[in-house]
């Protein structure tokens, strides 16, 4: 598909532009300038900026249909560059998706949002003060939203608050990723930095000497510092590859080295591939009292584990499943993806049936996306999946079968190349949310990232204002640089949480 764009000189609203096309078609090409060529479409905006911007679309196709919508927006002169933008940004794309919709006659259910945390903007409104029923309104009539999901959202965020009353005032502690770069064997789906063990030995001894004293010597300045843990998220790869000493000696460190280990909310590990849990690291597990564990069956059809690359079959999931629960593991999720190949309403109808006979605590439903790096995106036409209205209709099963059996969505990310433009959702049984899994998706607090590929998300206590540091993927570069990257970490962190303390003496 290709678009001319018209009457849209500033570039920084090309990216917005394309994003939202790559909402309807699946390969969309946007040239903002007449390169003579006959594009598919054109489509020519009129902006009038003064109190309010006006913004007006007209979309014409070669068949010489005409399509046009307008939108007003308050423009208050007293705000910032970037907020200003910001609406003159929701006033284009708002006629831009409009004259899409009319023209393909496809409904976006998230309207004009194409990030991932489409939750947040309605936290947001809700903090700021603004009642309920007007946030709702604010987001059906300027981002175009559908009911549907914005009954979601709010949905989503009432168990939230439950779960986490005090999530908006979490920002004096930190939670902690820690990134375990292991995996039995690589998925044909998986971009996460994830090596195959086997013969990795030399590898994996001197990552977890550097991921020691990374817990060292973050773990020392939180304790200098009295800032409190909340949570701790162990993921990866797959926590549970290492063995079960390696382990041990682990969550040794953690209790040794991080502040007030006894109060953390929530410690997770994932130990996503069954095949690489055994009893051994199940007793360790329990030993330091991590009671909340992933075990993930991705689906329950063998063949389609193979297809994927996943080198353990569907009994060993159950299995597993079982020794876990008789060995004291009181808290497991499960994770199932959606439109993985060769898979439609009937495979996925036997998932859900199969989850049943299980019932974990939490289920997250992901939607399979193409990521770039992925060998199924690389050999895309290798892989069949289901069309768009499957997908929808696999959605809808998950969500039906979830209100049926007692889950309550709780969390909720979209992606980039995602099947059907829709979502992943985080269910669980009542009071049993994963604390990590709202703190990641909310950005409400410091996420100190440890090991490989640990993205850290530093969030300013006062402003919100965020910076990212990531550690290397791959366990070269980080056995090469871990020092360097604990010490750029602490140097943030004084810098944030030192400045604010300053803040508030000065006050
Ligand atoms: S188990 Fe998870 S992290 Fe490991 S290769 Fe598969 S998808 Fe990637």
């Not at 500033?10 to 594009?39: C, V, Y």
């Not at 991080?258 to 329990?286: C, H, M, S, W, Y």
């Not at 080198?311 to 993806?337: C, P």
């Not at 969390?411 to 980039?416: A, E, I």
Request: aromatic share 10%; hydrophobic share 35%; with cysteine.
């Amino acid at each position: 598909m290709q678009i001319y764009i018209k009457g849209i000189e500033d570039e920084r609203f090309h990216r917005p532009l394309q994003l939202i096309a790559n909402l309807f078609f699946e390969e969309t090409e946007i040239l903002f300038a007449d390169k003579g060529k006959s594009t598919d479409i054109t489509v020519e905006f009129a902006l009038i900026i003064a109190e309010t911007v006006k913004a007006r679309a007209t979309l014409t196709d070669q068949s010489g249909q005409i399509f046009t919508a307008s939108f007003e927006k308050d423009l208050p002169n007293n705000e910032t560059e970037k907020d200003r933008f910001r609406r003159i940004k929701t006033a284009v794309s708002h006629v831009y998706l409009t004259v899409l919709q009319d023209w393909t006659g496809m409904i976006q259910k998230w309207g004009i949002l194409t990030g991932i945390r489409p939750t947040k903007l309605l936290h947001k409104l809700l903090r700021e003060g603004m009642p309920k029923e007007e946030a709702h309104k604010k987001l059906m009539d300027e981002y175009l939203i559908t009911d549907e999901k914005i009954f979601l959202m709010q949905q989503i965020i009432d168990r939230q608050l439950t779960a986490v009353p005090d999530l908006y005032e979490l920002q004096k502690e930190v939670s902690i990723y820690i990134g375990i770069p292991f995996c039995p064997t690589k998925c044909a789906y998986c971009t996460f930095p994830a090596y195959a063990i086997n013969g990795r030995q030399g590898s994996v001894n001197s990552f977890l000497g550097g991921l020691h004293f990374e817990m060292r010597q973050i773990g020392k300045w939180l304790k200098d510092n009295n800032i409190n843990i909340t949570t701790v998220y162990y993921g990866g790869g797959t926590p549970t590859s290492i063995t079960a000493e390696e382990m041990d000696m682990l969550y040794e460190e953690m209790y040794a080295s991080f502040p007030n280990v006894q109060d953390i909310r929530e410690v997770t590990v994932e130990a996503g591939r069954p095949d690489t849990i055994t009893p051994e690291k199940l007793e360790v597990l329990k030993k330091w009292n991590i009671d909340r564990i992933s075990i993930n069956p991705q689906s329950y059809i063998q063949e389609t584990l193979k297809a994927i690359g996943r080198h353990h079959t569907v009994d060993e999931t159950i299995e597993k499943y079982h020794l876990a629960r008789k060995m004291g593991m009181n808290n497991i999720n499960m994770d199932l993806i959606i439109g993985l190949p060769g898979e439609g309403v009937k495979e996925f109808t036997h998932t859900l049936n199969e989850t049943e006979k299980l019932m974990p605590e939490s289920l997250t439903v992901h939607t399979l996306s193409f990521k770039r790096a992925s060998e199924m995106t690389k050999n895309k036409d290798k892989y069949k999946v289901a069309d768009r209205n499957e997908v929808e209709d696999m959605m809808e099963l998950a969500e039906k079968w979830t209100k049926d059996h007692n889950y309550l969505p709780y969390y909720l990310y979209r992606q980039k190349n995602i099947l059907g433009n829709l979502e992943n959702v985080g269910y669980s049984l009542r009071d049993q949310e994963s604390i990590y899994n709202i703190m990641i998706m909310e950005e409400q607090q410091t996420i100190i990232g440890l090991g490989c590929g640990a993205a850290s998300k530093f969030i300013d206590p006062v402003t919100g204002k965020i910076t990212q540091f990531a550690n290397p993927k791959d366990p070269k570069s980080y056995n090469d640089g871990f020092e360097d990257y604990t010490n750029k970490k602490i140097k943030i962190l004084n810098e944030l949480f030192m400045k604010n303390t300053n803040v508030k003496e000065e006050v």
